[in-house]
C-alpha cells in the first residue's frame, strides 16, 4: 500500500527585516569585532587586472521610493572571462580579483556602491559568447526569496545584440530594465521591484 506522503507540511516564509544588515554587513550597522571589513565590501586590488569601473545601484520599490534596507550581492566574470570558483574549468581566474561584493543601500538614497572590473565575455552553454555582464542578488525586508538579475553595460550594444539572454526576453521593450548607462567612469543602474518599469528578474 503507498505510503501517505502529506505529513509535512511547508514552514511558513518570513521576511528577513532588519536581520539581514546585521548578519551579513555588521560593521555597516555599528557592530565592530566580528569582521575587520564586511565580507565582500573590496573586490580589487592594486594588481587586478581589467578596465576599473564604478557601479551605481539603485533599488527602488513600486512607487519609486529608494529602499533603504536592501542589501545587494553581485557575481562577475573577471576581465578574460573567467570566474573565481572551483567549477571554473576553462583556466585560472585572475587571483587579484575576488569575483563578488556585498553592499548594504544607503539609508536615504537607496543607493550602493561597487568598485570593480568590467567583466569579459563568458559563454553560454551551447558555446555562445554571452555579453559582459554582472549578476545581481538582492534581499531586504519584505522580500522572502532573493531577488535574481542581472547588469548589462550600454555601451556594449554589439555584444548585447547577440546575448542569447537577452534575445530570449520575449517582451523587448523590457530589455532596458537591464541596461546600466555610463556616466564618466561609473555605470548607473536602477533596480525597480514593481511597477511600469520593473525590472527583469530571473528564476536562479
Known amino acids: 500500500m503507498a505510503q ?9 516564509s518570513q521576511t528577513a527585516g532588519p536581520y539581514v544588515h546585521i548578519g551579513l554587513t555588521p560593521n555597516f550597522c555599528g557592530i565592530g569585532g566580528v569582521y575587520q571589513s564586511d ?4 573586490m580589487v586590488n592594486e594588481q ?16 519609486g521610493t529608494p529602499l533603504k534596507d536592501a542589501l545587494v550581492e553581485i557575481w562577475q566574470a573577471d576581465a578574460d572571462g573567467l ?16 569575483g563578488w561584493g556585498r553592499q548594504p543601500t544607503d539609508m536615504e538614497t537607496g543607493v550602493c556602491l561597487f568598485r570593480t572590473i568590467k567583466p569579459g565575455r563568458v559563454p553560454f552553454r551551447d558555446g555562445r559568447l554571452m555579453a559582459p555582464h554582472i549578476s545581481l542578488w538582492i ?9 535574481h538579475t542581472r547588469l548589462y553595460f550600454a555601451d556594449e550594444d554589439k555584444a548585447n545584440s547577440e546575448d542569447p539572454i537577452l534575445a530570449h526576453i520575449e517582451h523587448r521593450v523590457r ?14 543602474f536602477d533596480v525597480h521591484l514593481q511597477g511600469e518599469k520593473e525590472t527583469v528578474f530571473f528564476d536562479s
Do not use: M
Open 4 to 12: 501517505s506522503l502529506d505529513r509535512l507540511k511547508e514552514s511558513p
Open 39 to 42: 565580507l565582500g565590501s573590496t
Open 175 to 188: 530589455v532596458p530594465t537591464l541596461i546600466a548607462e555610463r556616466q564618466g567612469d561609473v555605470y548607473v
Open 139 to 147: 534581499v531586504a525586508r519584505g522580500i522572502n526569496i532573493g531577488l
Open 83 to 98: 570566474y573565481n570558483s572551483p567549477s571554473e574549468l576553462r583556466g585560472a581566474a585572475d587571483p587579484n580579483f575576488l
Open 48 to 63: 587586478t587586472k581589467g578596465e576599473r569601473i564604478e557601479l551605481r545601484i539603485r533599488v527602488l520599490d513600486g512607487t
